[in-house]
């Protein structure tokens, strides 16, 4: 900034070096000389140049204690100090008497330093000033009458004062400056000295220190607007005759906009103009000032409360209106942007008191307290009606396109300050600096929280440079901190909501129909000029004849350089790179008369002349330059403005002009591709529409794009953290950990010599280290950390040069670090680009290591024996490196047009190319050449790093993110090879099932699943498992070549495509990329690596994960959770999407010790993956890597899960440096996917994120003046979608729901034009209904959740399986004999919440149900038996809390229903049964059930005998039996719930073994009659199971070694089970032998009446046929499609259930070709499978399955078509149709009768 003249007041003090006023080259931007004066509060005030010590530029003049010397001669006060040295005199133009009393008797008043002075001004009167200034020696703070004064701890190094003065050492008394009394020959009002008291001491304290970022020197012309926001504490006395410190600071630190609050002044007219005068006088009349405050009383001085608010410097020329609030409360400014938009500025001061209870009567609060009285308000609340009052200011402000930025006290935290906290969220403000650095710093130096903030609009967040709060001292000395903070001003006053929608920066798009037609004819010709196709021939021929040698590879690329040459010459001849906007003739009309009449104000103000390019562009508009003579300066200024507002107006619908102007050129492109001029139009109009609309919305969801403009590098080389006890090196860019070395004999901080990459811990501190002789580093100092350990690098050179050698380094991890990657085994296998013979030896399986005495352990040998060739894999056709043009055609047609590419030749050209099949030809050879031959041309060995924030806002170095941009063809090559890499995986059957990212089919959602159900059934069976979370450093980037040549090796590939892919990685030059520019410079060389961007290593990792995935599987302990039957289980080991694993433990439930085995398990298995990660060149980032147990301990009855956060897993890397892994309780989420999945249940964490992001993005909509179509299209697009994706997993509840279903209601409807109060019947009903059907979130997720659980149990995978374990233990905890998701009518709120329980519960209250055909079902034992919690269950007197106390009894007792209860002959409940000391035996597998309390098991006997024992009273004793209300009788043959000691069959007796207690087991003997009718039963052998035909019996009589039982077999005849018929059988004329040959079906429909019927015909070739129809009544919707499909399944259906053998080969007719097409073609596509038909076409093809004979439909032309075939197909066929028809008809007329 510029140097400015003293002013009127200013005190000089002079030093042998010159005189001194300010030094600019301050860092803080502060360099003066004042005393401390007036702090925050009271009467005192600030007196500039008062004070003892100075500084000069570079240099400073302390006060470092000693004593004090006073030369009256040449006015200069000296100061010797502590070793006698004398300091620097200063020279003072007055003369000061000083009298220093060193000591004071015992309690008197403490010593003082008093100095008295008498001066002239220099200013512009004559006014004599006289000061005297008592330094007191004092304790190191008082308060009196609100005026605070300092002692700092630690003073920062840039204060604005001397360090001395404000901060003396520990061993000297405070100084502190008494407020100076002033003279006034004018009899002006004089502040009231405050007397100084030695009873005025208080407690220490604290110093506020700088956070955030550092403040930079402000420079001339820096593109920077300044905020500055303090509570000042009372305000300078405006009247006072010197500057006042604020005036300074704002001048000082360079303040663009400054807000003050607390100022305590009556800001009267008198006040003001005093205030203004002073301020326009120090800034050269560049500042505008609003004041906020009451009206004064008479006479005051000091009033509390009231804020000022001051705009400084160009900036007052943008001020458009200014306001103030009449109860002072705040001040505002509205500053004028660009396109009609703008910014108001606000401060503001909130009180600090709640209520008028125990409030002084002179408070700011109660002064608004009155007023708001007087004004007519009841019970006002100061505090909270500020917030009231200044959010229906930013609302209304908004309306008129200005965004807020609000600077005020909030006497409140917005961390514990709810009121304050939605605040903030209704006025949609943000909080830049918690955005930027996740901290709260206190500002405040009493308390701890964080009172002062400068809030936002979203949209200005992206302006912000810089942020941050000043320590004590660095601005107004007062008890607050300010803050600060840099705006971009281009960013901030540059408009978002009105910009026209960028244009694409390339030469044009593939909807430019013109463009692409004249582009390819242009490059036609310049292809056939240069014969390209008959070259690309001869050039393959000669590679075919003489192989890749340098000759050819030089004609290669020479011919690649031709054709691209001629490409882009194409591309310049047709059409220009546009830069700009969308634009219409009237934007561009607008934009030209604007630029034509500034140049004519510039002409007329120089009385120049028109220019040549005035002129030209007055011929361009048509404007005649001949009345410029005649136009004044005035006159063309106002012509310029209304040319710019006119410009503005047309700019804000741009796109609607845009869309008129497209209708014009519509018929020109449809004329040229052939197509509707109206369809051509309305593809254009859209386009433009789309990309408007897209352009704001994104801006809503994902914020602004800002480029990477600059990057924060350390300033020191060496970190610690004691946190994570890890040392950091920082190296290129890049920080290097090493771990500590663990030895208990020393205390010493050494740390290994080798090291990872890792992000340092926050609380990292830097240090000065020794390495040692043996490489280790030893700390030797710790640093006092400084306020940043940050520096910006804003240079376009030096951030290149930055980045070039980070991400080189970056690279170069694997080598650097020497891993088990680098070493033998390994190295053999990685040489010669993974084509040794060592590799080859791997694949062939003949590998052997013992020979060359390498040390090979047990997971080394699986890894390697996973990588051997299996036989299916050997069968596979070669892939050689030829791409067919169809295949090449069809990869650029799947590309996204917008893909970023290196190089000027983007997808668009490519894909115009690629198009036409004559290009496509000659492109194919020429792309497929380096494959084939295994070279790499020039143009493919240069790329671009594009360098990204992986998290928004942090620029420092070592957290930027890198992804590689290729050139075009190329990588679409290698994603065409990578699909047909990941095509072979698929097929060989090798590829691990626990990978589920980068494959076809699946999905994110269905990891998560996965994850989600394993969670739900541990706690359903009270498993203990435990999950580790693993995270890859630097995934891809570590990815050996070499390793992904032998995995592509495996699946046959060519030596070719090997070649070329190491070729291109090892002699890659890479530039890169930022938000200013792609580098010139590159970096090459030796990267082991692949590169994060080419398209075929998500393929090539899945590859290399599936080998590691398999080795741990076959090495380590996993997960094993059975369902209860025991018919299937959930099995794994990891959960695997990409790089983000879980790995998965488990213990068996009837474990001792399950906690310690656990910990075993998961320390063996995360051990084994580290170690398998490492040998293929990968590496764990261990502080990303954590555990959690799901453990139990009983409470109150029940296991609930506890923290064994006294465990520790620890793992080693691979020089024996451990690690200790981080704990995580259960009821902490695991981020992944998306998702945030507690092991306990509980989705409070995913609630509140899913609110977050509701909020986020409703605060984004609210202040982007979204039209209805707009917003509707943000709320379906945008949100909705990322909802659904959590609400498929979620459970939340209707209150939960209706939350949500709020902030869409309030934010949403009214920018659709909705009263968002109107009824929900109307808002969310369907639009057949007359509703709107906007979403309800709360029946959206039992939507998204029924659907994907029906996708899932079709898709019949991993997923379903898991489904149905999960599901199968639901329903034996229910204890429900019916399907839990068939029969939903009772809720069941007695089971702990989950996933499968919640969805019941929300199907229960919607009466939906869904039939799982494999779904597990206990039976009912036996006749009149009946489910136990059914019948509790249909009493509406038991609560859900007794139900959950009966289950409880009832798991523990392993009984489902009352027969597992009663006694052999079903006519009581034994004496001992419910007592608690019995519990049965059962072959199912149930949960973990601590025994309950004996209250509960009196509740249990109660509730069994009010319902099935009524008629015994409550007197009955509770050991006797208790006799059922209905006698059970026979036995149902079916499976049995409990075990039984004895068993009677047709033709056996089973007896089950006891153990040496007398109780029965699992062990069973069969026992056969010998002799036969005998009634002797023998043993004869063991058996694992007793048969479903076998009902238990009483206890037999023993005879010898047999059992002797005359009572005859009593089981009841078999239940059956047989379904409906398949149809109504019409006509029957089947012979024996009959063999169906064919079927016909038909089907009709009735649609008024909703009757539909299917017919079909079975036939052979001799005329024997069934013939039959089905009806289907009582339905919302049906189609004749389905009619169709209805009557082929049934057919088939009546074919199994006859049971007949059918032909080899069966034709089934039916007259509906799309019918045919999907009963021919199984789906396969979750898609296909969820398509409305999608039951019955599985149905058929489940079906088709069960017959020997293939069956294969075929379509014949029913009554509706032209032409007819096959005779005897048509009489068949008109049979059918006439019998649907009849029935259809006549089922219509029986329901309308």
Not at 543 to 551: M, Q
Not at 1372 to 1383: A, K
Not at 1534 to 1540: A, D, E, L, P
Not at 1600 to 1619: A, D, F
């Amino acid at each position: 900034m510029e140097q400015k003249p003293r002013q009127t007041g200013d005190m000089e003090i002079e030093n042998p070096n010159g005189r001194l006023h300010r030094n600019e080259g301050d860092v803080a931007g502060i360099n003066r000389n004042q005393s401390s004066g007036e702090n925050s509060g009271g009467g005192n005030r600030s007196t500039r140049g008062a004070g003892l010590v100075g500084k000069d530029k570079g240099r400073e003049t302390r006060n470092d204690g000693g004593n004090v010397e006073v030369d009256s001669s040449s006015n200069t006060v000296a100061k010797k100090d502590g070793d006698g040295a004398d300091v620097q005199p200063l020279r003072i133009n007055s003369w000061f008497n000083f009298n220093y009393s060193p000591d004071a008797p015992e309690g008197k008043s403490p010593p003082t330093l008093s100095a008295t002075s008498s001066e002239s001004s220099d200013g512009e009167s004559d006014e004599e000033f006289s000061y005297t200034i008592n330094l007191r020696i004092s304790p190191p703070m008082r308060q009196r009458g609100g005026t605070q004064s300092y002692q700092g701890e630690s003073e920062p190094p840039h204060s604005p004062m001397s360090d001395e003065v404000l901060n003396p050492t520990e061993s000297e008394p405070n100084l502190e400056v008494d407020p100076p009394t002033e003279t006034n020959t004018n009899n002006s009002p004089q502040d009231i000295p405050v007397e100084s008291s030695t009873q005025d001491i208080i407690s220490t304290v604290k110093n506020l220190n700088s956070s955030g970022d550092t403040q930079q020197l402000r420079q001339n012309n820096d593109g920077v607007i300044r905020l500055g926001f303090q509570n000042v504490n009372t305000i300078d006395k405006p009247k006072s005759k010197h500057f006042p410190q604020e005036m300074i600071v704002v001048d000082d630190l360079g303040i663009d906009i400054c807000g003050l609050a607390e100022t305590n002044r009556p800001w009267t007219a008198k006040n003001r103009e005093s205030y203004d005068r002073k301020m326009n006088m120090l800034l050269n009349n560049r500042t505008n000032t609003t004041y906020a405050s009451l009206p004064a009383l008479h006479g005051v001085e000091y009033q509390p409360g009231g804020v000022l608010q001051t705009i400084n410097g160009h900036t007052v020329g943008r001020i458009s209106n200014s306001g103030v609030d009449k109860y002072g409360r705040f001040a505002w400014h509205t500053l004028r942007g660009r396109r009609d938009e703008g910014v108001i500025v606000i401060t503001a001061y909130r009180v600090c008191q709640d209520n008028i209870g125990g409030v002084g009567p002179n408070t700011a609060f109660t002064q608004q307290f009155a007023a708001m009285i007087k004004d007519g308000m009841k019970k006002p609340k100061p505090k909270q009606q500020i917030l009231t009052d200044l959010a229906k200011l930013i609302h209304g402000k908004r309306a008129e396109g200005y965004r807020p930025i609000l600077m005020l006290d909030a006497n409140g935290s917005i961390a514990t300050d709810e009121k304050f906290n939605k605040f903030v969220q209704e006025t949609c403000l943000v909080d830049p600096y918690y955005e930027k650095f996740n901290e709260m710093p206190a500002t405040y130096n009493r308390g701890v929280k964080r009172l002062d903030y400068i809030l936002m609009d979203e949209g200005i967040v992206p302006a912000v440079r810089s942020i941050g709060y000043l320590g004590t001292h660095m601005a107004v000395h007062s008890d607050h901190s300010m803050a600060w903070a840099d705006l971009d001003e281009n960013i901030l006053f540059r408009g978002v909501l009105n910009r026209p929608a960028t244009m694409a920066t390339r030469q044009f798009t593939l909807h430019q129909a013109d463009k692409v037609d004249n582009f390819m004819k242009a490059l036609r010709v310049m292809i056939k000029e240069r014969d390209i196709p008959t070259k690309v021939a001869v050039l393959l021929e000669r590679f075919h004849r003489y192989g890749a040698n340098e000759r050819l590879i030089q004609k290669y690329n020479d011919l690649d350089q031709e054709y691209t040459d001629a490409i882009r010459a194409a591309l310049n001849k047709t059409a220009r790179r546009r830069y700009g906007y969308a634009r219409s003739p009237e934007l561009t009309s607008a934009g030209q008369l604007v630029n034509l009449h500034k140049a004519i104000l510039d002409c007329v103000r120089r009385k120049a002349p028109p220019s040549e390019g005035l002129t030209k562009l007055a011929e361009l508009v048509g404007y005649d330059l001949s009345i410029i003579t005649d136009i004044g300066v005035k006159q063309q200024r106002r012509v310029v403005r209304k040319a710019r507002a006119d410009l503005w107006k047309i700019q804000k619908d741009c796109d609607e002009r845009r869309i008129a102007w497209l209708e014009t050129n519509a018929q020109m492109c449809a004329d040229i591709d052939g197509s509707d001029v109206k369809a051509k139009k309305k593809d254009m109009i859209r386009t433009v529409k789309e990309s408007a609309t897209n352009r704001k919305l994104s801006g809503i969801t994902k914020g602004k794009r800002v480029g990477l403009d600059r990057i924060e590098i350390p300033k020191y080389l060496w970190l610690y953290s004691s946190k994570t006890n890890e040392l950091y090196h920082y190296s290129d860019g890049v920080f290097e950990t090493h771990p500590r070395v663990r030895d208990n004999q020393t205390e010493d901080k050494v740390f290994y010599a080798h090291h990872s990459i890792k992000v340092p811990d926050n609380e990292a501190v830097p240090v000065t280290v020794e390495v040692k002789s043996d490489g280790r580093i030893q700390i030797l100092t710790t640093i006092p950390s400084p306020s940043s350990l940050w520096e910006t690098v804003t240079s376009q050179r030096e951030i290149e040069k930055h980045l070039l050698r980070r991400n080189k380094r970056h690279l170069q991890q694997i080598d650097k670090e020497g891993g088990p990657s680098t070493q033998p085994p390994v190295k053999q296998l990685t040489e010669s680009l993974g084509m040794s013979e060592d590799a080859r030896a791997v694949l062939d399986g003949t590998y052997v290591t013992e020979e060359d005495g390498i040390e090979v352990n047990a997971t080394l040998a699986e890894w390697i024996k996973q990588l051997k060739q299996t036989d299916k894999e050997k069968g596979m056709a070669d892939t050689v490196g030829s791409i067919p043009p169809e295949a090449l055609q069809e990869a650029f047609k799947a590309a996204k047009e917008r893909t970023a590419s290196h190089g000027d030749l983007h997808y668009t050209v490519w894909k115009a190319m690629t198009a036409d099949d004559h290009f496509a030809a000659w492109l194919s050879i020429m792309i497929s050449i380096p494959f084939m031959f295994g070279f790499a041309p020039e143009r493919w060995k240069t790329m671009t790093d594009v360098m990204l924030e992986k998290k928004k806002g942090v620029q420092k170095i070592h957290q930027l993110r890198i992804i590689g941009l290729l050139q075009a063809d190329l990588n679409t090559a290698l994603k065409y090879f990578g699909r047909e890499f990941s095509r072979k995986m698929e097929a060989s059957g090798e590829l691990s099932d626990e990978q589920w990212g980068s494959r076809n089919k699946r999905t994110a959602t269905d990891a998560a699943m996965i994850k989600l159900l394993t969670f739900e059934t541990a706690r359903a069976q009270k498993s203990t498992i435990g999950m580790i979370f693993y995270d890859c450093t630097a995934c891809f980037d570590r990815m050996h070549p070499s390793l992904s040549n032998i995995e592509l090796r495996k699946r046959n590939f060519d030596e070719g495509i090997l070649l070329m892919r190491s070729a291109v990685i090892g002699g890659m030059k890479r530039h890169v990329r930022t938000g200013l520019g792609v580098s010139e410079d590159y970096y090459e060389g030796k990267l082991p690596g692949e590169i994060q961007g080419k398209s075929d290593v998500p393929h090539l990792f899945a590859g290399q994960s599936s080998t590691m995935l398999n080795t741990h599987a076959a090495c380590a302990p996993g997960l094993e959770l059975e369902s209860c039957t025991g018919q299937r289980a959930m099995r794994r080991h990891n959960v695997m999407y990409v790089d983000d694993n879980d790995g998965n433990v488990s213990v068996p439930v009837d474990s001792e010790r399950p906690v310690d085995a656990l910990i075993e398990n998961m320390q063996l298995s995360s051990q084994m993956w580290n170690d398998v990660v490492n040998w293929t060149g990968q590496s764990l980032a261990y502080h990303k890597t954590s555990w959690q147990a799901l453990a139990w301990k009983v409470v109150q009855g029940e296991l609930k899960p506890f923290v064994a956060k006294d465990r520790t897993i620890i793992l080693e890397d691979h020089k024996g440096a451990k690690s200790v892994i981080q704990f995580m309780p259960p009821d902490q989420p695991n981020k992944g996917l998306g998702y945030h999945l507690c092991p306990d249940g509980n989705q409070h964490h995913e609630y509140r994120v899913v609110m977050e992001k509701l909020r986020e993005v409703a605060a984004s909509a609210s202040t982007a003046f979204l039209n209805a179509r707009e917003a509707r299209q943000l709320l379906y697009q945008r949100l909705m979608p990322a909802i659904d994706y959590k609400l498929q997993l979620t459970s939340f509840d209707e209150q939960q729901c209706h939350s949500m279903n709020t902030v869409v209601r309030q934010n949403f409807f009214p920018l659709m034009h909705f009263n968002r109060n109107s009824a929900d019947a109307v808002m969310r009903g369907p639009l057949s209904h007359g509703g709107m059907d906007l979403p309800e979130l709360y029946s959206r997720q039992t939507e998204l959740q029924v659907e994907n659980v029906i996708k899932q149990l079709r898709n019949e995978g991993t997923v379903a399986n898991d489904f149905l374990v999960t599901l199968d233990m639901i329903q034996l905890l229910s204890g429900l004999t019916t399907p839990i998701f068939e029969y939903a009518e009772k809720k069941l709120e007695y089971l702990d919440k989950g996933f499968i329980v919640a969805l019941h519960d929300r199907m229960s209250e919607i009466d939906a149900s869904i039939w799982i055909e494999e779904a597990w079902v206990p039976k009912l034992q036996r006749e009149g038996d009946e489910s136990i919690m059914e019948a509790f269950l249909e009493r509406s007197s038991i609560n859900w809390q007794t139900l959950r106390k009966l289950n409880a009894v009832r798991i523990y007792l392993r009984v489902i229903t009352i027969a597992d209860l009663a006694v052999g002959n079903g006519e009581d409940i034994g004496h001992t049964t419910l007592q608690g000391d019995w519990r049965a035996g059962s072959d199912l597998k149930w949960p973990r059930q601590p025994k309950p309390p004996e209250p509960w098991f009196q509740l249990f006997r109660k509730h069994i005998r009010e319902t099935f024992c009524t008629r015994l009273d409550a007197r009955h004793n509770k050991r006797a039996s208790m006799a059922l209300d209905i006698p059970l009788k026979r036995w149902y043959e079916v499976s049995r719930n409990t075990w039984f000691e004895s068993y009677r069959s047709p033709t056996a007796v089973y007896r089950r073994y006891k153990d040496e207690e007398g109780t029965i087991t699992g062990k069973i003997q069969l026992l056969t009659e010998k002799p036969k009718n005998s009634g002797y039963y023998r043993y004869e052998r063991d058996v694992k199971e007793v048969p479903a035909n076998s009902y238990p019996m009483a206890t037999l009589a023993e005879i010898g070694e047999g059992v002797w039982s005359r009572r005859p077999y009593l089981m009841n005849p078999k239940q059956e089970t047989t379904g409906k018929p398949p149809g109504y059988i019409e006509e029957d004329t089947r012979k024996p032998g009959w063999r169906p040959e064919k079927t016909c079906s038909d089907g009709s429909v009735h649609q008024s009446e909703g009757v539909a019927a299917a017919a079909y015909i079975i036939s052979d070739n001799d005329k024997q046929y069934v013939k039959a129809c089905y009806l289907m009544t009582n339905i919302s919707s049906v189609n004749s499609y389905r009619a169709e499909l209805e009557g082929a399944y049934r057919a088939l259906h009546h074919m199994e259930q006859l049971g007949v053998d059918p032909a080899e080969f069966v034709t089934q007719w039916f007259d509906n070709e799309s019918g045919v097409l999907t009963s021919n073609i199984p789906p396969t596509s979750r898609k296909s499978m969820m398509q409305p038909e999608g039951d019955l076409i599985l149905a058929i093809h489940h079906l088709k399955k069960k017959f020997t004979g293939e069956i294969v439909s075929k379509h014949v032309r029913g009554h509706q078509d032209t032409r007819r075939t096959e005779s005897s197909i048509q009489e068949d066929d008109g049979s059918v149709d006439s019998l649907a028809t009849t029935e259809s008809t006549r089922t219509g007329t029986s329901v309308l009768i």
